[in-house]
């Protein structure tokens, strides 16, 4: 019988624990861009109706074998709600025409905001922007319309006009519209939440004045690492939940 998924997930174990085959390895578990790192743990999962068996726990796995299967009414919906303000700079969503066939999205919204209650849509994908074929793998979703560069003390969410490519939000939600061929419930293989990694960006900064070159061993090395953890809490903040 058809239910809601709970609204909290426990973390999933290390992804290198499953047994995926080379380039289907490379493509899930490798990140697009070293200055990014995925935040989809930071986040509660909820889908509005699922199969036994394919819901929330499958969609979240790392292999594309399993996904999300709805079991209700158009128009299917995923919540993703953050614990804290993000800032999204890749989005993309696993599909899969060739196994799916009719239970493939063919149109989605993509609608954040600070919660369910103010939602604004921030893109729309149809199928007709993939190669001749349908989808079959990581389609990105694009994100022309959204600003905010993420730094420190910005707390606007941005969802609107010409931007910087930089989703700021708390609550995502992708809504499933049509299927091809008119197919009632949907399948979603994966969803991956990239954001800017800004302790990446500091180190590549620190290297490139020639901070921790040729340092001393002994004291100062110890120091220099001390130091990393210091800005690491100040960035996240201290004493703030954050689920890894």
Same mark, same amino acid.
């Given at each position: $019988?058809?239910?809601?998924?709970?609204?909290?997930?426990?973390?999933?174990?290390?992804? &290198?624990?499953?047994a995926l085959d080379g380039d289907e390895a490379e493509d899930i578990l490798s990140p697009p861009l &070293?200055?990014?790192?995925?935040?989809?743990?930071?986040?509660?999962?909820?889908?509005s109706t699922y199969k036994p068996g394919c819901g929330v726990a499958a969609l979240r796995s790392p292999?594309?074998? *399993?996904?999300?299967?709805?079991?209700?009414?158009?128009?299917?919906?995923?919540?993703?709600?953050f614990f804290k303000l993000v800032s999204i700079a890749r989005l993309r969503i696993y599909l899969d025409l060739e196994s799916d066939e009719s239970y493939t999205p063919t149109r989605m919204q993509f609608l954040a905001g600070h919660s369910e209650y103010d939602v604004v849509e921030f893109a729309e994908w149809r199928s007709g922007s993939t190669p001749e074929g349908g989808p079959r793998g990581w389609v990105d979703i694009g994100l022309e319309r959204c600003w905010g560069r993420g730094g420190e003390g910005e707390e606007d969410v941005g969802v609107d006009g010409e931007g910087?490519?930089?989703?700021?939000? $708390?609550?995502? *939600?992708? +809504?499933?519209?049509?299927n091809h061929q008119n197919g009632k419930d949907t399948h979603i293989r994966g969803v *991956?939440?990239?954001? +800017?990694?800004?302790?990446?960006?500091?180190?590549?900064?620190?290297?490139?004045d020639g901070v921790g070159v040729g340092k001393a061993k002994g004291v100062l090395e110890s120091a220099e690492v001390w130091e990393d953890e210091v800005e690491a809490w100040i960035e996240d903040g201290i004493g703030d939940a954050e689920i890894r």
């Open positions: $019988m058809a239910g809601t998924s709970p609204p909290e997930v426990t973390a999933l174990s290390n992804p &290198s624990e499953t &070293s200055s990014l790192r995925e935040i989809s743990t930071l986040a509660s999962w909820t889908v292999s594309p074998t *399993q996904f999300w299967q709805s079991d209700g009414p158009q128009p299917h919906l995923l919540n993703i709600h910087e490519g930089v989703l700021r939000c $708390m609550f995502l *939600q992708v +809504k499933v519209l049509e *991956q939440i990239w954001a +800017k990694d800004e302790r990446e960006g500091r180190r590549v900064g620190r290297e490139r």
